[in-house]
């Protein structure tokens, strides 16, 4: 090993790399130019993203009742829901009596269809329809049922199967 002093400014090696650059040049290599040092940069978030402040907004946590409110009225459920807590409380709002003897069936276009036990029963219960109505709307907001229709037992029907005919029924079968 040489024993030569230390340069503390370091001009020896710093002509020693402009001499190899200048011979490299000379060769027709070119050394490139050295890039300035690299800063990590933050990715910045679209200004409508930025939030910040104490403010409540849509990320925040919420209650499950109101996130709920606000599925069901977003995707319009809220008469379905009304209709099943109806059907749910259906001995509630026409009293026990009548319920042991009448089944809510369907509900369409704000009219309610009722199956009732027997023809008496339907007759009886349409005597009460404006009352029922009245309740109905009460519990699931006005105007939603607009009618109850009741309906008696049906008779019993010849026309089963997939190869039934057009005709006048089973005419002579009681007789």
Same mark, same amino acid.
């Given at each position: 090993? +040489? @024993?030569?002093?230390?340069?503390?400014?370091?001009?020896? *090696?710093? &002509?020693?790399?402009?001499?190899?650059?200048?011979?490299?040049?000379?060769?027709?290599?070119?050394?490139?130019?050295?890039?300035?040092?690299?800063?990590?940069?933050?990715?910045?978030?679209?200004?409508?993203?930025?939030? &910040?402040?104490?403010?409540?907004?849509?990320?925040?946590?919420?209650?499950?009742?109101?996130?709920?409110? #606000?599925? $069901?009225?977003?995707?319009?459920?809220?008469?379905? $829901? &009304?209709?099943?807590?109806?059907?749910?409380?259906?001995? @509630?709002?026409?009293?026990?009596? /009548?319920?042991?003897?009448? #089944?809510?069936? /369907?509900?369409?276009?704000?009219? *309610?269809?009722?199956?009732?036990? +027997? #023809?008496?029963?339907?007759?009886?219960?349409?005597?009460?329809?404006?009352?029922?109505?009245?309740?109905?709307?009460?519990? *699931? !907001?006005?105007? #939603?049922?607009?009618?109850?229709?009741?309906?008696?037992?049906?008779?019993? +029907?010849?026309?089963? !199967? *997939?190869? &039934?005919?057009?005709?006048?029924?089973?005419?002579?079968?009681?007789?």
């Amino acid at each position: 090993m +040489s @024993e030569e002093a230390h340069d503390p400014t370091g001009l020896d *090696l710093a &002509s020693e790399i402009a001499r190899a650059a200048v011979e490299s040049a000379a060769y027709g290599v070119v050394l490139p130019e050295p890039s300035p040092p690299k800063t990590p940069r933050r990715r910045q978030r679209p200004m409508e993203q930025q939030r &910040s402040g104490a403010h409540p907004d849509d990320r925040d946590p919420q209650r499950v009742g109101d996130v709920l409110n #606000t599925v $069901i009225q977003a995707r319009g459920w809220q008469r379905r $829901i &009304s209709l099943s807590m109806v059907l749910r409380r259906w001995p @509630e709002l026409v009293g026990e009596s /009548n319920a042991q003897h009448s #089944t809510p069936v /369907n509900y369409a276009d704000g009219v *309610l269809i009722v199956d009732c036990d +027997s #023809t008496a029963w339907a007759a009886a219960m349409k005597y009460a329809a404006s009352q029922i109505v009245a309740r109905l709307n009460r519990a *699931l !907001g006005e105007q #939603t049922v607009l009618r109850v229709e009741f309906r008696g037992p049906r008779p019993p +029907s010849w026309k089963k !199967g *997939l190869r &039934s005919v057009q005709g006048r029924g089973p005419r002579d079968t009681y007789g």
